[in-house]
Every structure is written in structure tokens, then in C-alpha cells.
């Protein structure tokens, strides 16, 4: 099973507003509000940032937040700030109780 | 606080095996499931494997099912993932992380809230 397609990379200016998409199939992310997103830094472990498509867990910017349209979800993250400066990775709940993860985004703060 | 801690990793020749353990603590383990992830150098990250928190369920990732195999001690609270018939692109990073609600391990409550630093296996001859 291949990954979740998102973007490479993207980046944008601090302050402004940037978006990754991560496309799936109806098997995974069309077809459950179980999507959830990660970020990672150089070295490190990854960090929950969105779960269940729109949540954000506690400790996590408003500045993050996470919608779903179809097979395609989406983190957008505004007020871009240096240290959002990561890794970005989708997930989902997949059919057969298993679980898939995007491809992954380099978000640079230029 | 939630803590977990891989180890277990190294140098492996391929074809042979090896076994991780993620020691947990801060939280009451039996009521948990979890999982293992993977990345490999430079590379993205991977699911593995989920355990139920009973251990009843197990699922795996097609690239390693048949090979590994996930399991748990409860007494001990540590989480194992045996690792059979490795291959070098099993080198990677393995991650235990732990889901966030008690007593599910898919749909709402399964996303991966807590995660280890990662034990690093290299398998080369």
C-alpha cells in the first residue's frame, strides 16, 4: 500500500498562512474522520499537532488547524513563526485496522 | 508524566534478527494500545505494527508481516516488536508510541499522542 500523497515541500514568510494537503482514497482517509497530523523536527520524535481531521490537542497553537474535503485533508498553519520550521505528516486510520502515513512536507519559514 | 522508552536497537547482519523493547511508564500500561513506526535514514515515516491493549489484536504492515512480530508484557509494562529475517531496508529508526485513549486501538481515540526518541537498527553485513 503506498503512502498518503502530500506535497514535498512548501514555504511561505513569517506571518503569512501556509496549507498541505495529504490526498488518500475512500479506504483511509475519505472514508473516516480519523486523520491526524504530525510534526517533526530534525532529530526528534514526531509531535501530535491535529487529531480527528479538526482537534487540536492541548498544548498546540490556534494557529494550527486541520479540515477534510473527499479523499484530501488539510493543515494549515497561520502566523507562520520560525520554529514551525518541520517536518509535516499526515496519518489515517485505514481499512483492516491498520494505519498509513503521508509521504511527508518540509515546511520552510523563509 | 507519560514516558516511553525504545531500546534494542543496533548492527544486524541481514537475515538475521533482532528484538526492541519500549519500556513505558506514567500511566496505567495495561490500558493501552500501541504502536511501532519506522523512518528510515532521510526517509519518511512508516507504520509497523498495533497491539491491542489485551494483545487480542494484532495488525501489520505488509512489509513486514510474516517477519515481525509485536507483543506485550503487561506485568513488566513493556512492549516488544521481534524483528525475524531482516533486510537492509529494515534499517530505520522504530518508534513505540502509545495511543491516546484507554482501550481502543483503531477509530476515534487511536491517534498516537505520546512517542519515544526512537532506537536506531542498521541492518548490513
Known amino acids: 500500500h503506498s503512502a498518503l500523497t502530500q506535497p514535498t515541500s512548501v514555504s511561505g514568510s513569517p506571518g503569512q498562512s501556509i496549507t498541505i494537503s495529504c490526498t488518500g482514497t475512500n479506504s483511509d482517509v475519505g472514508g473516516y474522520n480519523y486523520v491526524s497530523w504530525y510534526q517533526q523536527h530534525p532529530g526528534k520524535a514526531p509531535k501530535l499537532v491535529i487529531y480527528d481531521v479538526d482537534n487540536r490537542p492541548s498544548g498546540i497553537s490556534g494557529r494550527f488547524s486541520g479540515s477534510k474535503s473527499g479523499n484530501t485533508a488539510s493543515l494549515t498553519i497561520s502566523g507562520l513563526r520560525a520554529e514551525d520550521e518541520a517536518d509535516y505528516y499526515c496519518s489515517s486510520y485505514r481499512s483492516g485496522d491498520t494505519v498509513i502515513f503521508g509521504g511527508g512536507t518540509k515546511l520552510t519559514v523563509l | 508524566q507519560v514516558q516511553l522508552v525504545e531500546s534494542g536497537g543496533g548492527l544486524v547482519q541481514p537475515g538475521r534478527s533482532l528484538r526492541l523493547s519500549c519500556a513505558a511508564s506514567?500511566?496505567?500500561?495495561?490500558?493501552?494500545?500501541f504502536h511501532w513506526v519506522r523512518q528510515a535514514p532521510g526517509k519518511g515515516l512508516e507504520w509497523v505494527a498495533v497491539?491491542?491493549?489485551?494483545?487480542?489484536?494484532?495488525y501489520y504492515a505488509d512489509a513486514v508481516k510474516g517477519r515481525f512480530t509485536i507483543s506485550r508484557d503487561n506485568s513488566k509494562n513493556k512492549v516488544f516488536l521481534q524483528m525475524n529475517s531482516l533486510r537492509a531496508e529494515d534499517t530505520a529508526v522504530y518508534y513505540c508510541?502509545?495511543?491516546?485513549?484507554?482501550?481502543?486501538?483503531?477509530?476515534?481515540?487511536?491517534?498516537?499522542?505520546?512517542w519515544g526518541q526512537g532506537t536506531l537498527v542498521t541492518v548490513s553485513s
Open positions: 506514567g500511566f496505567t500500561f495495561s490500558n493501552y494500545a
Open positions: 508510541a502509545r495511543v491516546a485513549d484507554e482501550g481502543v486501538y483503531y477509530g476515534s481515540g487511536s491517534y498516537l499522542q505520546y
Open positions: 497491539i491491542s491493549y489485551g494483545a487480542t489484536n494484532k
